[in-house]
């Protein structure tokens, strides 16, 4: 099962030459393994990984000018490859 203590936030944290950084943090009280994909809104991968441990925390900057005019989306996947959570990124 997917763990439902688990809680995750998205935000924008701030900015690098000129180009946004969003942060995810979570606390996973399991300690499973979840993949986290960065989409754009045609459903191309643009960046995954895969995290584990108790207390995760994650800065991704994202150069706007190379991904062009298009939606993003995070999406958080449990170890099966279920998806937890998706969140539409604000782009600034």
Known sequence: KSPKNSSFQMYVAGQINQCPVYRLEFDNQLKNEFQIVWKDKFGTILYDEFVSGKQIIRNYMIDL???????????????????????KMDKR
Request: aromatic share 14%.
């Open 65 to 87: 000018a190379e991904i062009g005019n298009t939606d993003l989306y995070v999406e958080i996947n449990d170890q099966y490859g279920r998806r937890i959570q998706e969140f």
